[in-house]
């Protein structure tokens, strides 16, 4: 038993050694916590949280990139409890219910015209999964075999095995290639200026010019590839990308799993190039960060393609236990009703040129390679370390040391804040990051 009536400092040694008995941590070696401190988390409100100690942490992460509007949000708070008094969960198929009826519409109504149905799943992955299993079905039904999925070079988009398949991050994708499902990639242009888009886009033509007729459906991150390390590239590239998978019949998903709500600067990344996909993916952000969900959108051409008789075997027969859960819409509601009512998108672009100033001196450090930013999204490119130096913990640990959450990714520190910042913690943000770097 836990004896949850000591002070601070012996609550926490307790729990951080009950959790080491028992827990296994996402993407850790545990190992490292033989050095690396576990930090509990008392309690979190606005940008901030708190340990059992008095000590209080920014979360300049957002918490893996999911809170919008700061922890414990009173409005999103509310949704929820009214929600969990009146119904917590029920089937989706077969039943239906308010929030999840209210929470397609609206989506439906956010996101470009042609996406017109809503199928749920509960985490990002998930709804990758879905969208990969959907375009090759959509294909089928219609008497095409395309075996094939193409995704971009440096592409994140989930770690279950279909994902994994069409991701492109070594460390997490290279030990189970012999699982994987069949991809091919094309190079992400390689930088935000537009020639680096057009290059691109004329690989790509080469590559459906060959092998475009096997191909069921291209998916992308929308202008920003974030755990690939922030990579951003130009709206053109989208564009183009739209246009050649038109001609060759192969659909496009947009994964706005990280992107969308705001993070690029308009509420989709999508919408800076003028596009509509085949499919859409929303996660993260779309509860505000409090519960997991995830949504696939889609458009009527593909919904009617599997519109039949139960006999022809057309049936798109997938399901996740908690699909559409009530309490979750209920967060995506209440994280929509703060889009309709505080104008976030223009504070955020206050807050972005803000954040473009700031990073303006990180330029001049030797061993800064590049800084780039795009919306509510920054990053400080490091070069000249070895992987196995590891800076990116050197980092994390003296942000911790200092009051901030940053978690690199490999050489890259970004900042993913949630939208409630203010112009002074931006200040804080930053130097503590700007001490990091000169503190290597
Ligand atoms: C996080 C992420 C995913 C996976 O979502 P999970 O909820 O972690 O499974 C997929 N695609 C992108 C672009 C992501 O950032």
Same mark, same amino acid.
């Given at each position: 038993m836990v004896?949850?009536?000591n002070g601070g400092v012996r609550l926490n040694e307790t729990l951080v050694r009950e959790d080491l008995k028992y827990i296994w941590h996402p993407c850790t070696?545990?190992?490292?916590?033989?050095?690396?401190?576990?930090?509990?988390?008392k309690s979190a409100k606005g940008l901030y949280l708190f340990d059992f100690e008095g000590n209080r942490y920014m979360d300049a992460i957002s918490s893996w990139w999911v809170n919008l509007f700061g922890h414990s949000n009173p409005e999103i708070n509310q949704k929820v +409890?009214?929600?969990?008094?009146?119904?917590?969960?029920?089937?989706?198929a077969g039943f239906t219910h308010k929030p999840a009826v209210e929470l397609a519409r609206r989506l439906v109504e956010l996101t470009p015209e042609s996406l017109q149905k809503v199928f749920f799943a509960d985490n990002g992955s998930s709804a990758v999964e879905v969208a990969l299993k959907m375009s090759y079905h959509y294909h089928r039904n219609r008497g095409e075999n395309r075996p094939l999925f193409l995704s971009l070079t440096n592409s994140y988009h989930g770690e279950t095995l279909g994902a994994l398949s069409v991701g492109d991050v070594e460390l997490y994708k290279k030990t189970y290639q012999p699982l994987l499902i069949r991809s091919v990639q094309t190079p992400v242009p390689a930088d935000q200026s537009l020639q680096s888009a057009l290059d691109a886009l004329e690989s790509l033509s080469k590559l459906l010019d060959e092998q475009g007729g096997k191909i069921a459906a291209f998916i992308?991150?929308?202008?920003?590839?974030?755990?690939?390390?922030?990579?951003?590239?130009?709206?053109?590239?989208?564009?183009?990308?739209?246009?050649?998978?038109? +001609?060759?019949?192969?659909?496009?998903?947009?994964?706005?799993?990280?992107t969308g709500?705001?993070?690029?600067?308009?509420?989709?990344?999508?919408?800076?190039?003028?596009?509509?996909?085949?499919?859409?993916?929303?996660?993260?952000?779309?509860?505000?960060?409090?519960?997991?969900?995830?949504?696939?959108?889609?458009?009527?051409?593909?919904?009617?393609?599997?519109?039949c008789d139960y006999s022809e075997q057309k049936s798109f027969l997938h399901s996740h236990s908690y699909?559409?859960?009530?309490?979750?819409?209920?967060?995506?509601?209440?994280?929509?009703?703060?889009?309709?009512?505080?104008?976030?998108?223009?504070?955020?672009?206050?807050?972005?040129?803000?954040?473009?100033? +700031?990073?303006?001196?990180?330029r001049d450090f030797?061993?800064? +390679?590049?800084?780039?930013?795009?919306?509510?999204?920054?990053?400080?490119?490091?070069?000249?370390?070895?992987?196995?130096?590891?800076?990116?913990?050197?980092?994390?640990?003296?942000?911790?040391?200092?009051?901030?959450?940053?978690?690199?990714?490999g050489n890259v520190i970004y900042f993913m804040p949630p939208y409630i910042i203010t112009f002074e913690e931006i200040d804080t943000m930053m130097q503590v990051a700007f001490g990091a770097i000169e503190n290597l």
């Open positions: 004896d949850f009536l070696q545990m190992k490292d916590h033989e050095t690396l401190p576990l930090i509990p988390v +409890k009214e929600q969990i008094e009146t119904l917590e969960h029920v089937i989706l992308v991150e929308p202008l920003i590839q974030g755990a690939g390390g922030m990579h951003m590239y130009h709206p053109q590239y989208l564009k183009g990308a739209r246009e050649l998978t038109q +001609k060759y019949g192969i659909c496009l998903i947009a994964d706005e799993i990280m709500f705001g993070r690029t600067g308009t509420l989709f990344g999508c919408e800076q190039s003028g596009i509509a996909p085949d499919f859409m993916l929303l996660s993260k952000g779309l509860t505000g960060g409090y519960l997991p969900l995830s949504v696939v959108l889609t458009t009527d051409s593909v919904y009617e393609a599997f519109y699909t559409g859960n009530p309490l979750a819409c209920s967060a995506a509601l209440a994280t929509l009703d703060i889009f309709a009512s505080d104008n976030v998108l223009e504070e955020n672009r206050k807050k972005s040129e803000y954040i473009a100033q +700031k990073l303006d001196k990180f030797p061993n800064v +390679k590049e800084v780039r930013q795009l919306g509510m999204v920054a990053a400080i490119e490091l070069q000249g370390y070895e992987s196995h130096e590891r800076i990116g913990l050197k980092i994390y640990r003296y942000g911790l040391d200092h009051g901030v959450l940053l978690r690199p990714l």
